[in-house]
C-alpha cells in the first residue's frame, strides 16, 4: 500500500528565514512518481513539482529546491528565503504506475511572518 | 497541460438533498478521481472514476453515498447523496494526462450542508 507522512503539521517562521518541510513515503513498487503541492488560502492546488522514482537528482527552482533520496524514502522541500507569499499549505503526494491514484500525505501548514 | 471546469464553486445545501458535482476537461485524460477534503484537512481520494463503468471506491466510501458517472474521456460526475452536516467539504476532481504524467485538478466545490 501505498503512504505518505508529512511530520510537521505546522511550522512558523520569520520572513527570510530557509525551512525545510518533510515527506516520507511508503510503496513496495518500483515505478513511482512524487509530487509537491502548494495550496494557498484561496484553495486552489498549485503544483509545483514531479519527481519519478528513477531520477534522483536534486533540483532547484529559483528559491525552491528538492532533496530526493531513495535510500531514506524521503522527499524533502526546501525553501530559501521565505517570503509571505510562501505562506500556505504544503502537500507531499505520492503515485504508483500500475493504480494511477495519487495519494496525498497530510499536508504542512507554512506560516511565514514579515 | 489540461484545464477541468469544476462546478459549481460553492453551494450551501439542506440536509436530506443531494448534490451533482461537474467536471469537464479540455482534453483527454487517461484517469479521472474525485477527493475530499474536510475542513483543515488533507486530500482524501473518493474513488477512480472509470469511463463506461462503475467506480473504483476507497475504503470508506460507497456508490450509494457518492454516486460517479464517466460517460466518456472528458466528463465526469460526482453525486453527494442525502447529505448531512458531515459532508461539508470541498470535492475536487482531478485528471491525469498519460503523456507527461501529470495531475490536473479543477478548482473544487465548497459544499457547507446546513
Known amino acids: 500500500a501505498q503512504k505518505v507522512t508529512q511530520a510537521q503539521t505546522e511550522i512558523s517562521v520569520v520572513e527570510k528565514e530557509d525551512v525545510t518541510l518533510d515527506c516520507v513515503y511508503e510503496?513496495?513498487?518500483?515505478?513511482?512518481?512524487l509530487f509537491w503541492y502548494k495550496q494557498p488560502p484561496s484553495g486552489e492546488l498549485v503544483f509545483l513539482i514531479r519527481?519519478?522514482?528513477?531520477?534522483?537528482q536534486n533540483e532547484i527552482s529559483g528559491r525552491y529546491s528538492w532533496n530526493f533520496q531513495k535510500s531514506t524514502s524521503s522527499f524533502n522541500f526546501t525553501i530559501t528565503a521565505s517570503q509571505v507569499v510562501d505562506s500556505a499549505v504544503y502537500f507531499c503526494a505520492l503515485s504508483v504506475e500500475y493504480t494511477g491514484k495519487l495519494i496525498f500525505g497530510q499536508g504542512t501548514t507554512l506560516q511565514v511572518k514579515p | 497541460s489540461a484545464v477541468i471546469s469544476q462546478k459549481p464553486s460553492r453551494d450551501i445545501c439542506q440536509r436530506g438533498t443531494s448534490l451533482t458535482i461537474q467536471c469537464q476537461v479540455d482534453s483527454q485524460v487517461t484517469m479521472m478521481f474525485w477527493y475530499r477534503q474536510q475542513p483543515g484537512q488533507s486530500l482524501t481520494l473518493i474513488a477512480t472514476a472509470n469511463q463506461g463503468s462503475e467506480a473504483t471506491y476507497e475504503s470508506g466510501f460507497v456508490i450509494d453515498k457518492f454516486p460517479i458517472s464517466r460517460p466518456n474521456l472528458t466528463f465526469s460526475t460526482l453525486t453527494v447523496s442525502n447529505m448531512s452536516p458531515e459532508d461539508s467539504s470541498i470535492y475536487l476532481c482531478s485528471g491525469r494526462t498519460g503523456g507527461n504524467y501529470g495531475y490536473t485538478f479543477g478548482s473544487g466545490t465548497r459544499l457547507t450542508v446546513v
Open positions: 519527481r519519478n522514482s528513477f531520477d534522483e
Open positions: 510503496t513496495r513498487d518500483t515505478t513511482y512518481y
